[in-house]
């Protein structure tokens, strides 16, 4: 299973709520993962065999559990070495705020790894309402590549709410679009405060962004024409041809659109929403999709 979604799917079986996770993400960006989290990560060791070491810092756990032949010394250097990705983060993040223990999270990561279906797809899947048939499988597609991509270019966790997102007050609100033509026919969309906005324009161009200006503008509008790109080259491998049209912006507006799948999505940035739908994702009145 890939390493991103073990938030996902500790959200998806009711281990965490949405709260937790709005609370925990931000914190696991800095998270410093032990090397035993690591190594039972990796199935290096079971929760039996962390049990049997005790609870020493890192030296310590590596030395016994060397000494009691768990490990090599070459597996045990190994872990001094690994960088450990947003899952591993997270599950520090769980033990540093005492939500959960080490042997506690053992037998969830020995779930999720034997996991046949993608945490994301599980949830998408439950959001969509009725009004979204031959479409799902095409929006599945697409917010996984989103997911991946957001975490990648933006260098920080992130996992789609499993509740409904409700808009409101849509004052300094941003709904940056793109139009995807071609064998799939659909428009993609985030919904974006403005300060989130600067921030996430920021993330993605490394450049000292301040304010709402052109730059910030072109620079998510970049984002979402390289996220629906890699989402074209993903449709071609399946035969299926998808042209891209340039971005839009629009502001402090409401977004809508026919067989639209709104999706919270939480990052160690902030929340904001991801949308999908079959034409134009314009505007009307309301409160939520």
């Known amino acids: 299973m890939n390493s991103f979604y073990f938030a996902q799917y500790l959200l998806n079986e009711g281990k965490v709520s949405v709260d937790e996770l709005r609370e925990l993400i931000p914190k696991s960006v800095d998270a410093e993962v032990s090397e035993k989290l690591i190594a039972l990560w990796q199935g290096k060791v079971t929760a039996e065999d962390i049990a049997s070491v005790g609870n020493g810092n890192d030296s310590e756990f590596s030395r016994v559990a060397v000494d009691k032949e768990l490990m090599t010394a070459e597996e045990a250097f190994a872990l001094k070495k690994t960088v450990p990705g947003e899952s591993e983060r997270f599950a520090q ?49 697409f917010v ?43 428009v993609t969309g985030l919904f974006v405060s403005e300060e989130l906005f600067i921030e996430m324009a920021r993330h993605y161009s490394h450049e000292d962004i301040t304010e709402m200006d052109e730059l910030a503008v072109d620079s998510l509008q970049e984002f979402m024409n390289v996220i629906n790109g890699l989402f074209a080259v993903d449709m071609a491998k399946q035969q299926r041809d998808i042209d891209l049209e340039t971005p839009r912006i629009v502001s402090n507006t ?32 309301g409160h939520d999709f």
């Open 144 to 186: 996984e590549i989103f997911l991946r991509s957001f975490m990648r270019f933006m260098e920080t966790p992130a996992a789609v709410s499993c509740e409904k997102p409700i808009f409101g007050d849509v004052s300094g609100t941003h709904v940056v679009t793109q139009k995807l033509t071609g064998d799939i026919s659909m």
């Open 254 to 285: 409401l977004p809508a659109g026919n067989n639209t799948l709104s999706l919270e999505i939480i990052s160690g940035l902030g929340s904001f929403v991801l949308m999908t739908a079959t034409d134009e994702i314009g505007v009307r009145e």
């Open 93 to 141: 993040v769980l033990i540093d705020s005492g939500k959960m223990d080490i042997l506690g999270l053992a037998p969830l990561i020995e779930k999720y790894h034997s996991l046949d279906e993608s945490p994301v797809k599980t949830v998408v899947q439950k959001i969509a309402d009725d009004s979204i048939g031959f479409e799902l499988p095409s929006y599945i597609d």
